[in-house]
C-alpha cells in the first residue's frame, strides 16, 4: 500500500479536517469532536507558521492538542458548570422531589406504588394506608423515598380558645 499521500498533507488539509470535525460536532451528543477539531485547526495553523513539519510530528502534535483541549475543557466545565433554567430536566425523578401525593394504595411493609401525572412509581417509605398523603423527599435510582405527611384535621374538631 502506497503511502505517499501521508507525507504530503499541507496546512490546508489540518484545517479542513477541522472544520469537518467541527460540523461533525453539531450531529453528535456531547462535546467531543469540537476538541479534535480545536486541535486539527492547530496543527494547521502551525504548518502555516513551520510547512516544513514533518507528517510524523503533525500526528502528534495533532495527538497532543486533542489530549490537551479536550482534558482543559473538562476542567473547566467541572470548575465552572453551565447554569441552565432545568438542572432536572433529564432526571424525572429528581423533578418529584418535594411534591406531595394521595396514596391510592397504601405502602406496606416499606414499599408501594403512586401514580405520578401519566406514569406509576414504585416508592419505598414508612407505611402508611391508602388515602395518606405523602412528601417525595428523594431518589434513590428508580425508587421513589416518601414520608407520611400528619393526617389534616378536620376544622370542626379544633379546639375553642
Not at 41 to 62: N, R
Request: hydrophobic fraction near 45%.
Amino acid at each position: 500500500m502506497e503511502w505517499a499521500w501521508v507525507q504530503s498533507v499541507s496546512y490546508w488539509h489540518w484545517l479542513v479536517l477541522g472544520v469537518v470535525l467541527v460540523i461533525l460536532e453539531i450531529f453528535s451528543p456531547g462535546v467531543f469532536f469540537l476538541w479534535l477539531g480545536v486541535a486539527a485547526g492547530l496543527v494547521g495553523l502551525l504548518l502555516i507558521i513551520w510547512p516544513t513539519l514533518e507528517w510524523p510530528y503533525q500526528w502528534l502534535l495533532f495527538s497532543l492538542f486533542s489530549l490537551l483541549s479536550v482534558l482543559t475543557s473538562r476542567r473547566y466545565l467541572k470548575r465552572h458548570p453551565i447554569a441552565t433554567d432545568e438542572p432536572t430536566l433529564n432526571r424525572r425523578g429528581e423533578q418529584y422531589v418535594g411534591r406531595r401525593f394521595t396514596l391510592s394504595a397504601p405502602i406496606v411493609n416499606g414499599s408501594g406504588r403512586i401514580r405520578v401525572d401519566d406514569s406509576t412509581w414504585k416508592i419505598i417509605g414508612p407505611d402508611c394506608p391508602a388515602g395518606a398523603r405523602v412528601r417525595v423527599t428523594a431518589v434513590n435510582g428508580v425508587l421513589l423515598e416518601v414520608a407520611c405527611d400528619p393526617p389534616e384535621r378536620d376544622p370542626s374538631e379544633r379546639k375553642p380558645l
